[in-house]
């Protein structure tokens, strides 16, 4: 008969399943945090460039015009951009128009549109501003 410690076993024993499951499961658990962490980085990322081409389109139009935008389907409509873009922090067609006085040229002849934010009331965990606020 050959002793315990010298049997051959062809698999794991429980105890080292347990260990190597326990790994895995802490491996995924830090990859699932960090990959929503980059998700939200990209969404911020693409809600800043939408910003920024709205907020071009606006003053193009206005300083082309002599008008400032009423709406932001009148940059659509007069082909300042293709369409209205889908803001990434509420998944709408739901921006928050800024009206005010401000004029971009001497010729301009009328007020609208001067800016645009979206309409999140959350906040960003990495620069710790509300989002309505860009």
Do not use: C
Not at 6 to 30: A, C, D, S, W
Not at 78 to 89: H, I, N, S
């Amino acid at each position: 008969m050959i002793p315990y410690s010298r049997r051959k076993n062809g698999g794991f024993t429980i105890i080292e399943l347990m260990i190597v499951i326990t790994i895995i499961m802490i491996l995924m658990t830090i990859a699932a945090g960090r990959y929503e962490q980059s998700v939200l980085r990209a969404k911020e990322a693409a809600l800043h460039q939408d910003l920024f081409v709205m907020r071009q389109a606006i003053q193009n139009y206005t300083l082309d015009k002599n008008a400032a935008p009423q709406s932001l389907d009148d940059l659509v409509n007069a082909k300042y951009m293709r369409e209205v873009p889908t803001d990434p922090m509420t998944r709408e067609k739901d921006w928050d128009t800024e009206t005010s006085d401000l004029v971009f040229s001497t010729d301009q002849t009328t007020t609208g549109i001067s800016d645009v934010h979206s309409r999140s009331g959350k906040s960003s965990p990495f620069e710790n501003t509300p989002y309505n606020t860009w």
